[in-house]
């Protein structure tokens, strides 16, 4: 069974792949980082440079990178996105991930955003279902949260760039910019 895992990072992929690759060892896994979401676009490359490092270290030989960055575009469209900037970028990348499974023939897809306590599984699973049902491909939904502490783990044991807030502008200014009383 061939499967496209998405992947956001580096140090959120080390988890999900070893459990993927104890648990599930009938799936060819295939990652598949797609992230025009993060800015600055620095932190974007520096992102992908610590996941390609750290597939190279385990033998990731499936490795399929789409350096889009449509920054404007996924700005425009978190501004005005209905259910808010985070179910935008939810649909963005499951949309993208979901086509691009059925385009190359992979059974299934799943993704690393599915380890962090941090992120919001409901609107991920949603998004997910969504454009796995509009692709006609499985979302393979597994709950890898429970090996969030282990990941962390072993990413500061390899010394990974570790990311300190989700990835869009809007999450770094939550992540830094605090308000003094009477302001904003």
Not at 68 to 75: A, H, K
Not at 171 to 183: A, F, T
Request: aromatic letters at 14%; charged letters at 25%; hydrophobic letters at 30%.
């Amino acid at each position: 069974m061939r499967m496209l895992l998405h992947v956001c990072c580096g140090p959120c992929s080390v988890f999900p792949l070893k459990h993927l690759q104890e648990e599930y060892p009938e799936y060819e896994i295939t990652g598949y980082f797609y992230n025009p979401n993060i800015h600055p676009y620095k932190e974007f490359t520096k992102r992908l440079d610590t996941l390609k490092s750290f597939a190279e270290k385990i033998g990731l030989a499936n490795l399929i990178i789409d350096e889009s960055y449509t920054l404007e575009e996924f700005l425009r469209e978190a501004l005005r996105a209905p259910g808010g900037r985070c179910t935008h970028c939810y649909d963005l990348r499951m949309g993208q991930t979901a086509r691009y499974a059925k385009e190359q023939g992979f059974d299934c897809f799943s993704t690393t955003l599915l380890v962090s306590p941090y992120q919001q599984h409901d609107l991920i699973k949603a998004a997910a279902d969504k454009a796995a049902t509009a692709a006609e491909v499985q979302f393979r939904y597994i709950d890898f949260r429970p090996g969030w502490q282990e990941g962390v783990k072993i990413s500061r044991e390899l010394e990974m760039y570790r990311q300190p807030y989700c990835g869009c502008v809007f999450s770094e200014r939550d992540r830094y910019y605090k308000p003094r009383k009477g302001q904003g």
